[in-house]
């Protein structure tokens, strides 16, 4: 069931009306039993590796904060920790990773002159299973670090992980975050439903109206072994501006749907493409998984301590992971690896870039910043490229046809992207310069203008819309 389907448009209405008729407990039973209606809505075998590992995660919790309240050191703590990353690993191996591994190792035998013949499994990757298992395992951790409480509630823990808005897609929410709002009844005020209605139609406004309008060009040009380098390049900036449209509307649908029923889910897009650095763009792009990343890896390697080769180890492993948790494909394993050497590079050279770009002046740290942005745009756009191409091959042929950029110039092909990516990016340069992500609230704009502002919005998702797209980040 998409966000974007008639299914979801009959769903959510149903789950409201019930859920504001219920005390808070039934509340969350029904909420329990609507998510998982939910995700069996793909396919009801799904349900059972999730209960799996969220009956196993739910009870090394429970022996964790036992012997943490025992005083026990982290030594004793440690094999149940195992217990929950083994499992919820190994699943995701299983289901996700198992035939890359497969198929790599028979390559590499065959380059050898060995014939080696591993079986390869006809499985379906179960929707979200990247995203719930980082969820569970952030849970578990903080319980074997003492940071957070388990739950004494397998029910209310199991909803916590099912929740249908940030099941499938994220945003990555922490347990002391979502449980604390799970074991509370919660509070819905107006401002809730009308901040929530707000996202709901910038949602469906970025992936109905431009990711899903943009999608067709892309594919089509990144389908093409003859495109041109300006159809290379322009294919790559629409890319760039679909699969963050597609991703931040899917958030912004999540974090407007929990808020009509009392949840707070976290930012997770904070106008990432006026970053002006790798670190910058990480704190701005799908900030539930950077900072997962941060928080259970790249400290747990060491993070920024010790000597420079150290943490540009550190960094280098810890993008790499987040590149492969991605994908089981070569391409996303390059992804990660560029923007890790993309940080690396900036730690290196920060504070003399930090120098270099002092320039004097209010016009002088203007164009400095603008500079900065654009130069950092450029790099993310070509790490898309290696995101969205589907083979090390096509990378090698599309990145040379970037030596020709203009080859090929073509006003309707730039029209094609510029009519959905320039609206877009004048009004997040005006939020970026107003520091406020919402204008309707920061203007104050009156409730009648909002109106036909969210008619306007109706009339382009209804009937200016692209043809229905799965959302990017559903099949990792």
């Known amino acids: ?14 789950v409201l009306i019930v859920y504001l008729l219920l005390p808070w407990r039934g509340q969350n039973r029904f909420l329990l039993a609507a998510s ?19 009956t196993i995660d739910y009870w090394v919790a429970r022996r964790l904060e036992q012997l943490v309240s025992q005083g026990k050191p982290q030594t004793d703590r440690r094999p149940y920790l195992i217990v929950s990353l083994v499992s919820n690993l190994g699943l995701l191996g299983f289901f996700k990773y198992f035939n890359f591994f497969a198929e790599n190792v028979q390559q590499a035998g065959a380059l050898m002159g060995m014939n080696v013949s591993l079986p390869t499994l006809q499985v379906i990757l179960p929707v979200g299973i990247s995203f719930y298992t980082f969820q569970a395992l952030a849970y578990t951790i903080d319980v074997y670090r003492g940071q957070t409480h388990a739950t004494q ?13 940030h099941l499938v897609a994220g945003p990555i929410q922490r347990a002391s975050n979502l449980l604390g709002q799970v074991n509370a009844p919660r509070t819905i005020t107006r401002e809730k439903w009308a901040d929530g209605i707000h996202l709901i139609f910038c949602g469906y406004l970025k992936k109905v109206f431009i ?23 322009a294919a790559t900036v629409a890319f760039a501006v679909q699969i963050y449209c597609d991703f931040s509307g899917y958030t912004d649908i999540a974090r407007g749907v929990a808020k009509l029923m009392g949840f707070e889910f976290m ?73 890790g050497l993309l940080l690396a590079m900036h730690r290196a050279t920060g ?40 083979s090390l ?52 704009i009156p409730a009648e ?28």
């Open 211 to 233: 990711a899903d309008n943009l999608a067709p060009f892309v594919n089509h040009v990144y389908d093409l072994p003859t495109a041109s380098g300006f159809e290379v390049v």
């Open 351 to 390: 504070p003399w870039l930090a120098t270099f770009f002092a320039w004097p002046g209010k016009i002088g740290a203007l164009a400095s910043a603008s500079f900065c942005t654009l130069a950092m745009f450029i790099l993310t756009c070509y790490g898309w490229l290696l995101f969205r191409a589907d």
């Open 153 to 165: 509630s397998f029910w209310d823990f199991f909803l916590a992980v099912l929740y249908f808005p």
């Open 267 to 339: 930012l997770n897009f904070n106008l990432p493409y006026f970053a002006r650095n790798p670190q910058d763009f990480w704190r701005r792009w799908h900030i539930s998984l950077s900072t997962w990343l941060r928080d259970y890896l790249y400290f747990s390697l060491g993070g920024g301590r010790g000597s420079a080769p150290v943490v540009y180890r550190n960094l280098m492993l810890t993008m790499v992971i987040g590149g492969f948790w991605h994908g089981a494909a070569w391409n996303f394993v390059l992804w990660g690896g560029y923007h």
């Open 36 to 54: 998982i209606f939910f995700y069996a809505s793909w396919n009801w075998k799904f349900v059972f590796p999730l209960l799996f590992s969220t």
């Open 393 to 444: 091959d096509e990378v090698l042929r599309m990145t040379a046809k970037l030596s020709s950029p203009l080859e090929g110039f073509d006003l309707a092909t730039l029209n094609t992207v510029a009519v959905y990516a320039v609206p877009i990016f004048v009004v997040q340069a005006v939020e970026f310069r107003a520091g406020q992500l919402d204008l309707f609230s920061a203007w104050r």
């Open 1 to 14: 069931m998409l966000f974007n389907s008639l299914e979801f448009l009959l769903f959510l209405p149903t």
């Open 449 to 476: 203008l909002r109106a036909v502002c969210y008619g306007v919005i109706t009339y382009l998702v209804l009937f200016r819309g692209g043809l229905p797209q799965g959302f990017i980040y559903f099949q990792f």
